[in-house]
């Protein structure tokens, strides 16, 4: 009896599925020419946007941060002096336990507001970062926006504020980090190939020479201290461990002015992008034509059951 009850179920169960997927065909028949005219507006849209959107090109460099000097290896602890001296050496450049790796310290140093003004101090960097209208593929030149920059006259209503500036630098300059294998990759990304190459090596560059001038500037006035501190010093054991941290920060002072890469050093460099990143005429077409046929199906949908059946 149970078994026959089932069978009817089900056969009622199959036969009402039936008739709903007749009903939405119904609907999407009745409704084609809405979903199909809906489809090639939304089609023709994606069309006038990809083709009007402002081309954007994408530089990028993988790089890994240098590792600090390690002082401890050069550097024998003897006595009281020795060992203050190595802490003060230590927490110069990050050694510490519980402070911020190098990464953190590259990523926060080249994202902060001085060094942006730095960068921005270099010739012809502001205007291209700040008032580029377009590119000119013809000319390979950048188009400038005449109501706030013309190459004769300078800025047309004076320099835009700098928090304009920070915001629209960090809007072109990404550093993504890897969690894995702590590399990190930076891109620039502007309306000119040849500019998001030009800005990129440019911030390699001056992070790196900006460390530098940093670590031989400790470097000058540790020497300058503790060859103050030898001349005074009257035991023999102080005094060798005064020499070992001379020549520590000798050596550190020599690998600085050496090193061309102080602080990250690239292992991908930056390259003259070939592709641009936006926009993707292909992929933009093709879901605007998606999203008008969903939303021209919806729209069916909600008139048939929402005001034609329940009329």
Do not use: C
Not at 19 to 35: M, P, S, T, Y
Not at 137 to 156: M, P, R
Not at 205 to 220: G, P, V
Not at 262 to 269: N, Q
């Amino acid at each position: 009896m149970e078994s026959k009850e089932e069978a009817i179920n089900f056969m009622n169960d199959h036969e009402s599925n039936d008739n709903a997927l007749k009903e939405l065909f119904d609907v999407f028949w009745q409704g084609r020419w809405n979903l199909i005219g809906l489809s090639s507006i939304f089609f023709i849209g994606g069309i006038i946007y990809s083709l009007l959107a402002t081309e954007l090109w994408t530089s990028s460099s993988l790089v890994k941060v240098v590792a600090a000097a390690d002082f401890k290896g050069g550097t024998r602890k003897i006595g009281s002096q020795a060992d203050l001296g190595s802490i003060s050496l230590e927490s110069k450049v990050g050694l510490g336990k519980d402070g911020p790796s190098r990464s953190d310290i590259f990523l926060a140093t080249i994202n902060s507001r001085d060094f942006v003004k730095h960068i921005i101090g270099f010739e012809g960097i502001l205007p291209k970062l700040m008032a580029t209208k377009s590119y000119d593929k013809k000319t390979n030149s950048i188009v400038f926006n005449s109501t706030a920059y013309n190459s004769e006259d300078g800025w047309v209503n004076g320099l835009p504020p700098f928090f304009e500036i920070h915001k629209k630098f960090k809007s072109v300059f990404k550093a993504y980090t890897n969690s894995r294998t702590g590399l990190i990759t930076l891109t620039v990304t502007h309306q000119s190939p040849e500019f998001a190459l030009e800005f990129l090596e440019l911030i390699i560059q001056q992070i790196n020479a900006n460390s530098r001038e940093k670590d031989l500037s400790y470097s000058d006035l540790t020497l300058d201290y503790l060859y103050s501190e030898l001349d005074i010093a009257t035991q023999g054991d102080i005094k060798l461990s005064i020499n070992q941290l001379i020549e520590a920060q000798l050596k550190q002072k020599m690998l600085a002015r050496v090193k061309q890469n102080h602080f990250i050093e690239p292992l991908d460099l930056p390259f003259m992008p070939e592709q641009r990143t936006s926009p993707r005429r292909t992929l933009t077409v093709i879901l605007s034509t998606l999203i008008g046929m969903v939303l021209g199906f919806a729209g069916n949908l909600i008139y048939f059951y929402g005001f034609k059946k329940a009329s």
